[in-house]
């Protein structure tokens, strides 16, 4: 599916705040997806607590997390979750801007 710029970078700005980073990509999904993912293997790592407040702060539904947590690859485990996020993110976006 594809995005307008202004949902991808309203997307990118939350997270950025949310995860206190900064320098996510706001024009490529699949660089974002990927960025992201390197942010979440570190808090699967460093802060797993951390990490599932943030889930449930972002809103991601419990059942598509344990889904998700469900192998043996951190990585994998990784890429899944920033998925969900991302997919959440945005969909939280089109929202904000329907609606606003």
Do not use: W
Not at 7 to 23: C, R
Not at 80 to 85: K, N, P, S, T, V
């Amino acid at each position: 599916m594809s995005y307008s710029p202004a949902i991808l970078n309203s997307t990118t700005s939350h997270l950025q705040k949310v995860f206190e980073v900064e320098n996510l990509p706001a024009s490529d999904l699949e660089a974002l997806c990927f960025k992201l993912s390197r942010v979440v293997l570190h808090l699967l790592h460093t802060d797993l607590n951390r990490l599932l407040h943030l889930l449930y702060r972002i809103d991601v539904e419990e059942q598509q997390v344990k889904q998700a947590m469900v192998a043996d690859d951190a990585e994998i485990i990784a890429e899944r979750l920033a998925r969900l996020i991302v997919k959440r993110e945005l969909q939280k976006a089109q929202l904000r801007l329907r609606y606003s």
